[in-house]
Every structure is written in C-alpha cells, then in structure tokens.
C-alpha cells in the first residue's frame, strides 16, 4: 500500500492590477485588468485541484479571482484578512519616484523591523502569513489567492531565508508556487 501524497498549498497571485506601472498599491484596493482575469479563469482551473480547500485575500484583485474559481466548482472561498499585501502606510497611492529616496534608503536598510511611514514592517507581514501557513488543516490541499508579498515572505520562511533579501525572488501576476507537507512543516518541491 503507498503512502498519502503530502497536502499541497497552491499560492496564487492576483490578476494584473490595472494601475500605472511603477505606483505602490499594497494594501490599497485597486482595480485590476478584467482580461487578464478571464485569461486566468481559463487557465488556472485544469491545474488545480478541486477538492481543495479555497482561501483569499480581503482585497478585491484576489476577491475577484476567487468568486471566478468558485463560478467554476472550486470552494467555497474563505476571506482570510493575514492574507492581504503589506501596508506601505504614506507610499501608498504614489509612484515610487514620488517617495523620498532617504526613506527607501533608511527601510531597505532594515527591511524587517523597519516600517514605510504609517505602514507595517516585512515582519508584521511575515508573521501573519506563517499563522496563516500554520493553521492550515494538515490533511487538505488549500488554494490561496493572495499577493506577491505574502508569497514571497512564505517561500522564504519555508526555506529558512532570511527577509533581508526579500524581493529577490520575482512571482508574476497569476503565478502558482507550490509548497507541500513535509512532516511537521512545508517544503518547495523540486
């Protein structure tokens, strides 16, 4: 008799946003390109499983692709509020030329305690991703649609990274990152 396949998490970013390029959004809830939503909704499904658990960030870029995955048999979702992108407090809503280099300068210095203006540091955000990631039900695979930086800080956590290089590694809009069970804890499958 061969063992269960480990439970899979499927991490899956948002469709494009339909803002300027270069604008820092994060935990703002903008709009977002409704073609590349449909394209996802045609691609995503026949690579997912459906009997998986479904998971979403409140904001409405992972919302909406979320409601098009149920309207397809996936679900239901569940809105899970540890789920949604960091807050960069008063960088939100301006192009990144508009914030002050002396302030980038000063938070890439200390990207995990060191907070944008108003905003939440990297570990804040890594934090609520690994309660999330820990009460995961150990038995069931789970989709979350969730965003680039909850993403990226769960690879890294998983991997035993350090934050410090956080935006090393790149997740497109719509990727999937797979992680699985392994024992106890969660690995990135080769």
Do not use: K, N
Not at 52 to 76: H, K
């Amino acid at each position: 008799m061969s063992a269960a396949a480990p439970a899979r998490l499927l991490l899956v970013r948002h469709p494009r946003p339909a803002v300027p390029v270069g604008w820092c959004y994060g935990a703002t809830d903008v709009p977002i390109d409704d073609a590349h939503l449909d394209e996802l909704l045609e691609t995503l499904p026949p690579r997912l499983p459906r009997h998986a658990l479904l998971y979403s960030s409140p904001l409405s870029r992972c919302l909406r692709l979320a409601r098009g995955l149920e309207a397809r048999g996936f679900g239901p979702a569940t809105v899970d509020a540890r789920l949604r992108e960091m807050d960069f407090g008063r960088w939100e809503g301006r192009t990144w030329s508009e914030v002050p280099r002396a302030e980038i300068d000063a938070w890439r210095d200390d990207l995990e305690r060191r907070a944008p203006p108003g905003g939440e540091p990297l570990a804040a955000l890594a934090a609520r991703a690994r309660a999330f990631l820990d009460a995961l039900p150990a038995e069931r695979d789970a989709i979350v649609v969730t965003h680039a930086g909850v993403v990226r800080t769960l690879v890294r956590a998983v991997r035993g990274l350090p934050l410090s290089e956080f935006g090393a590694l790149r997740i497109d809009y719509g990727q999937v990152v797979a992680l699985e069970r392994a024992g106890a804890g969660w690995r990135v499958p080769d």
